[in-house]
């Protein structure tokens, strides 16, 4: 059994060894595994006790992993000075996202589906449609009311990411919600009634008053931060002149593919792949080179 602390929605609580941990990211080649997640009897071994309730979290059908959420003040004593494992190993809270640069890619994954597991099953207490206790179904990940029997699936809401070229430049923008210097493509949830090509259409349009054609389909990626599912698509800017939606965008504007900002998501994130792409697709080697290893 593996346990994942998760002392608030962007951390992890991890194991290290002593010598392993320089700066995680910077010198730990992806898989390399050197941050892994403790397991319940060295919680055992820190003194940590959870409550009953917290083991059967995700392990109703032989998962591997547990995960708890707990309050910043239960992490303390696990991080305090001297708190070891016998084993030599030592506790840390990292960035969930620092952690999938630096975890093994399956233990990283099963890290994020138990996260976005504990989230809805604290969020599913209780049946949406007659108020009474749910459970966990034996036959499939779901939960189901005790009373009417209504049967509550793990919510995983789709959001759609996208790459706009207009003659060899690509569009990317800075939300007021990140900071300064910080630039991303644009990304927004699909609303319901839509379809994906749709939800690009309108995001962009929303966002930046453009139009588009050739919207292609290019990857995904799970986001459960707490729990989306990131659709990546390409597209043409077909029409229109940048006019942004101030409630939202900081600014915007057309990047070639030398002129990508010094600030953009990290490695780990399907934004920055699609970046990547754009600099394959119209930059130089060179170009691309010098993005690849930033
Ligand atoms: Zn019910």
């Known amino acids: 059994m593996r346990v994942a602390l998760f002392p608030d929605t962007r951390s992890v609580v991890v194991l290290t060894a002593p010598g392993e941990h320089s700066s995680p990211g910077e010198h730990s080649p992806r898989g390399a595994a050197l941050h892994r997640l403790p397991r319940e009897e060295e919680l055992r071994d820190l003194a940590i006790s959870l409550p009953p309730a917290a083991w059967r979290v995700s392990d109703h059908r032989g998962e591997q992993m547990t995960g708890v959420l707990l309050d910043s003040a239960a992490v303390e004593p ?59 179904s034996t036959v499939e990940t779901a939960k189901v009311c005790t009373t009417c029997g209504m049967v509550q699936y793990p919510r995983i809401n789709p959001a759609v990411i996208m790459a706009v070229v207009r003659e060899g430049k690509l569009l990317m923008a800075r939300a007021h919600r990140h900071p300064e210097g910080m630039f991303s493509v644009l990304a927004g949830f699909v609303e319901a009634g839509e379809n994906l090509e749709l939800a690009v259409s309108r995001e962009v349009h929303e966002e930046c008053g453009l139009l588009l054609r050739n919207i292609t389909y290019f990857s995904s990626q799970p986001w459960p931060f707490p729990d989306s599912l990131m659709i990546a698509f390409t597209a043409e800017h077909a029409g229109g002149e940048i006019v942004l939606e101030e409630s939202e965008i900081a600014e915007a504007g057309w990047f070639g593919p030398g002129e990508i900002p010094p600030r953009i998501p990290d490695t780990y994130s399907v934004a920055r792949r699609l970046i990547e792409w754009f600099v394959s697709e119209y930059g130089t080697e060179a170009q691309l080179r010098k993005l690849l290893t930033r």
């Not at 506790?91 to 994954?109: G, K, N």
């Not at 809805?120 to 966990?136: D, H, I, L, Q, V």
């Open 78 to 136: 696990l991080l305090q000075e001297g708190a070891g494992t016998p084993a030599g190993l030592i506790p840390a809270v990292i960035s969930r996202r620092t952690a999938a640069d630096t975890m093994d890619i399956l233990e990283c994954s099963q890290m994020n589906r138990t996260y976005h597991l504990t989230a809805w099953n604290g969020n599913t207490r209780f049946c949406g449609a007659c108020a009474a206790p749910m459970e966990w």
